[in-house]
């Protein structure tokens, strides 16, 4: 067959097999829809537009609210994929649950910045903005949602008061399948920015959080019960937990994040409350964590609950400047609220920490405190070198109740230092649960019940 012969074969083939199939987004799942079409009320898909066709206004006094709602029901309710835009320009929110399951998928467009009233007594409950039961949800955009929250953190007594106000959390993504959220920022929330509860299979990409160090109980994103999170390349500023995993976080994996000011990466509190799911399958590498009161953290509470958590590994970290860069505390007892006569319940083993590097703001660079009566088992450190330069250095490790293998370079040399009678309670201040992060059963706030 000649080549004109082969040219017509394959021209026919086109014409009698057109490619229908779209390519799916990098990094998560595809997005819904977008292209023009899909009549508003028509159930249609396509792009809704909350200022062209329902009445949004970006002049900061109208409530977004009503609108987004109604854009939402409508997308929703559409087995065509649907894209909701927010253009650019600032907005005022008041509130806003956008509830599943939907017919089809649904993607928003955040272009703008999204504002929440700046009081926190305007809120009745822990809630901003909450996405619950929906699959197939991607939402991106390059906007902001600006939680406004210096007025709640000058009211924050939660570090002393164990019944104090709980002050909504910007964006709270609630059992949702196959999402995908990138290229958003959230800023100065009252409390978290982000809550992950009983989500499979989420993506984060080029992801950005920002609050000053000084605002209290800020966690940048906060993962309890899912299985399949994922979070790239993003960058977050706090004044808490960069990232933090409570029960029930599985299959996670952290790779590519620029994590401070705030407290670093931790996996718990654990063991505080009855009935807590195993955390198993915790990932975190290729980061750097900047002038922060923790590196990468394991913390659980003395007289806890019975709990395991295990498959926990931390590799390619660099540290600048960072107080406690490596921490397993298993008497973890911020402000004393707790008994440290008895021992944690939680068993940690199989645990990692490889090629971690840089400085530290003190002089106990490593500290491995595990359960006097749960021994941590199955950890594992290579290539440690973490330098201190202040007037009491060099750096030290200190150890209890743990037996590490050891491998490549140990600078400083690991559990060489006695441990102290009573480590507990060097972690930072106590925190308290924003729905879902540690409560009894995994109960979430209002609105997000299984």
């Known amino acids: 067959m000649g080549v004109k012969e082969i040219i017509t074969v394959i021209s026919v083939l086109l014409l009698l097999f057109p490619s229908t199939v779209k390519p799916r987004a990098v990094g998560g799942p595809q997005p819904a829809g977008g292209e023009q079409g899909g009549a508003p009320g028509g159930g249609g898909g396509g792009t809704l537009d909350v200022i062209a066709q329902f009445g949004a206004k970006a002049d900061e006094k109208t409530d977004l609210s009503q609108p987004l709602l109604n854009a939402w029901k409508e997308a929703c309710a559409s087995p065509a994929p649907s894209k909701i835009v927010i253009p650019a320009g600032t907005f005022l929110l008041s509130r806003a649950v956008l509830e599943g399951p939907c017919k089809g998928p649904v993607d928003i467009q955040v272009q703008g910045t999204i504002k929440a009233p700046p009081d926190p007594s305007h809120f009745k409950d822990d809630t901003w903005v909450m996405f619950n039961h929906i699959e197939g949800f991607t939402m991106s955009g390059g906007g902001i949602f600006d939680g406004q929250g210096t007025l709640a953190w000058s009211k924050n007594d939660c570090h002393k008061n164990k019944k104090c106000t709980l002050f909504p959390v910007n964006i709270r993504f609630n059992f949702l399948t196959n999402a995908y959220i990138h290229d958003i920022t959230t800023k100065d929330s009252k409390q978290f920015n982000v809550n992950v509860l009983g989500c499979k299979n989420i993506t984060f990409e080029h992801f950005t959080v920002s609050n000053p160090e000084h605002s209290l109980n800020t966690d940048g994103i906060h993962i309890g019960r899912s299985d399949g999170v994922t979070i790239l390349h993003s960058e977050i ?18 790779n590519g994040i620029s994590c401070g000011p705030g407290h670093g990466i931790s996996i718990g509190s654990l ?34 609950y019975p709990g395991t958590a295990s498959d926990m590994h931390f590799e390619d970290i660099t540290m600048d400047n960072v107080s406690n860069p490596i921490i397993i505390d298993q008497q973890y007892c911020p402000w004393n609220q707790c008994d440290l006569k008895n021992p944690s319940r939680i068993k940690l083993s199989n645990i990692s920490f490889k090629n971690i590097r840089g400085t530290a703001a003190g002089k106990e660079a490593v500290k491995l405190f595990c359960s006097a009566g749960f021994p941590c088992e199955g950890v594992e450190l290579a290539d440690i070198d973490l330098t201190y330069t202040g007037p009491d250095g060099p750096a030290i490790s200190q150890c209890s109740n743990i037996s590490p293998k050891l491998s490549g370079k140990q600078n400083p040399p690991i559990c060489a230092a006695p441990a102290p009678t009573s480590p507990g309670g060097q972690a930072g201040p106590g925190k308290a649960s924003p729905g879902g992060k540690a409560s009894p059963g995994g109960k979430a706030s209002p609105g997000a019940t299984a």
């Open 237 to 254: 500023k706090t004044g808490d937990d960069c990232i933090s995993f409570g029960d029930g976080s599985k299959n996670v994996v952290v």
């Open 271 to 304: 063991g505080k409350y009855q009935g807590e799911e195993p955390v198993a399958g915790i990932k975190i590498a290729n980061c750097t964590i900047t002038n922060t009161m923790n590196g990468v953290r394991i913390k659980s509470w003395p007289a806890s």
